[in-house]
């Protein structure tokens, strides 16, 4: 929630967590307990929840960049009969990951066991120009997953740390650039070497940073 209200101010913010996107309304699944996604969208498109902080957001558009897809995310519907309000969904996910029996999402990307970097950031860029184009999004939540990682331990891809620090900093210049605020949390990543994990995670905050001072977003 707070990292909603700083990403709608500024135009960019981030979590340390989050990224639970496989829980569902009525129970947990996947590691995950709440629906973090679900609920900050929630939380954006409804004023009398935000308390007028947040105004004129009706579309929202989540970005889910982890190696399973976003099951949890796709299966809500916020507003149900109310087309003023929406929440569209983007998942790009290793199609043979889990979960076993995939939900529908908005737009669903099922990629290959063991793409690299190259075909990953085709595929990436197309999806998302796409996305984007088709729902004009008031707001955009990014699930920077990196256990699209090599050597992850759950993953199958086989994405390099430069291809990860590739692609957040085009997804969030992307958004920026467009004038969209966007949220990003950490999503999914993998690996008994908890500083090795620590360090991919933070590569998320490091290219929002670096767009940050690029674009002067302080000044906003």
């Known amino acids: ?35 973090d996604l679900a609920v900050a969208s929630n939380y954006v498109m409804d004023e009398s929840l935000n308390g007028g902080t947040i105004r004129g957001v009706n579309r929202v558009l989540v970005i889910d960049c982890d190696v399973h897809q976003g099951d949890g995310t796709a299966q809500f519907d916020l507003f149900e009969g109310d087309d003023s309000r929406m929440l569209f969904t983007l998942s790009l996910h290793c199609e043979s990951n889990y979960p076993r029996y995939k939900a529908n999402s908005t737009f669903d990307v099922g990629l290959p066991d063991k793409m690299r970097d190259e075909e990953y950031m085709e595929v990436l860029m197309k999806s998302v120009n796409h996305a984007i184009e088709e729902t004009k999004p008031d707001f955009i939540f990014y699930d920077a997953g990196v256990d699209v990682y090599e050597n992850d ?39 008994k070497d908890v500083e090795a994990l620590a360090r991919r995670h933070a590569i998320i905050h490091e290219e929002a940073a670096f767009v940050w001072r690029k674009h002067k977003l302080w000044q906003k």
């Open 153 to 191: 331990v759950l993953g199958r891809l086989k994405i390099t740390e430069g291809g990860i620090r590739n692609r957040d900093r085009w997804v969030i210049e992307r958004c920026v650039t467009e004038g969209i605020p966007v949220a990003g949390v950490i999503g999914g990543g993998y690996d």
């Open 1 to 35: 929630v707070l990292t909603s209200n700083l990403a709608y101010r500024y135009g960019l913010a981030t979590n340390v967590a989050g990224g639970t996107h496989h829980a569902h309304s009525k129970m947990g699944a996947g590691y995950t307990i709440i629906n």
